[in-house]
């Protein structure tokens, strides 16, 4: 933190600016896994009209960005806009059940601050953007690059500010594993929670894409993230010239979603499957954000069916 004010003072001031609300975690309600869409993979669409295609296609959930520069952005989204998406999602009868940001951890106090008053305007959102069950949707970053041995008490310091922030309106942060990043496979991640007493309101993303290729069995990741898994994100990878690049979730075949879905079943997750579409995919030319829903859809509800696993609503 900056010098002459504490965390507890930040968070205290920060909860008086905007109200604060505390809310029940979605993890105390649990139900059946749902399936998903990020609007990650819809960049170019207003969120309200994303929301429409993803319930018009057939899924249970939706992940919004909220990065700065995207529609959904928290300065983009006034109180009379969160209302309406609050009753579009309502209406459409889809579970908002995360916020994508991407905020890295820093060790500078001054970056560090900004962090922290950036994300102090998505938990209020996520608050806000919560269904009358009460039930608000996790946070959900990565935490940038560099070599984990360097990096992780870094981590462990920053993040724990983070997670007492989001404790603060009943939201849970979640820490996403990324290949090629600082923090980068589950063990890492359980680490960092561990570190930081077990908290409820610090769990972690499970995305294998970023495990495969790398020694990192599908069921023994599984197995380690589990207890401290409140999100999964799904997309394919394929290897090629020594290079990993992303694909559509069961467009390449190289990820067992079957057996993925079945395990996480039986370790009684029952959290949102979130088909994801990567930057690589999205960024091309002639993409269609309608159509790759359509595809994710198709792919990923055939792998609930085969895996016999009835989704949430």
Not at 43 to 71: C, M
Not at 192 to 203: A, M, N, P, T, V
Not at 261 to 277: A, F
Request: hydrophobic fraction near 40%.
């Amino acid at each position: 933190m900056t010098a002459g004010l504490t965390r507890r003072e930040f968070i205290g001031a920060s909860l008086a600016m905007v109200g604060g609300v505390r809310l029940a975690s979605a993890a105390d309600n649990p139900e059946r896994m749902t399936l998903g869409f990020s609007t990650y993979g819809m960049k170019t669409l207003p969120t309200e009209r994303a929301i429409d295609v993803i319930a018009e296609t057939g899924y249970d959930a939706v992940e919004i960005t909220v990065w700065p520069g995207w529609d959904a952005a928290p300065e983009r989204m006034s109180a009379v806009r969160r209302e309406s998406i609050r009753s579009r999602l309502a209406e459409r009868n889809l579970k908002l059940t995360s916020l994508m940001e991407h905020v890295y951890p820093s060790a500078d106090d001054t970056e560090h601050k900004k962090s922290l008053d950036r994300l102090l305007h998505v938990y209020q959102m996520a608050a806000e953007l919560a269904p009358d069950d009460g039930r608000p949707p996790v946070v959900q970053t990565v935490l940038g690059g560099g070599k984990w041995d360097e990096k992780k008490s870094m981590f462990r310091d920053r993040v724990g500010d983070w997670v007492e922030l989001g404790d603060s309106f009943g939201i849970v942060t979640c820490v996403k594993p990324h290949r090629g990043g600082g923090m980068s496979q589950p063990s890492e991640a359980v680490w960092l929670i561990e570190q930081l007493g077990k908290s409820k309101w610090l769990r972690m993303v499970y995305d294998y894409s970023h495990y495969t290729f790398r020694d990192i069995p599908l069921l023994d990741s599984i197995r380690q993230a589990l207890p401290y898994t409140a999100h999964v994100a799904v997309k394919d990878a394929v290897q090629e010239n020594g290079r990993v690049r992303f694909d559509l979730p069961g467009a390449a075949g190289t990820i067992d979603f079957q057996t993925l879905l079945r395990t996480l079943d039986q370790g009684g997750y029952t959290g949102d499957i979130s088909c994801e579409v990567s930057g690589q995919v999205w960024s091309k030319t002639g993409y269609d954000p309608v159509k790759a829903a359509q595809v994710c859809y198709r792919n990923m509800s055939a792998a609930f069916k085969a895996a016999e696993i009835k989704r949430g609503s």
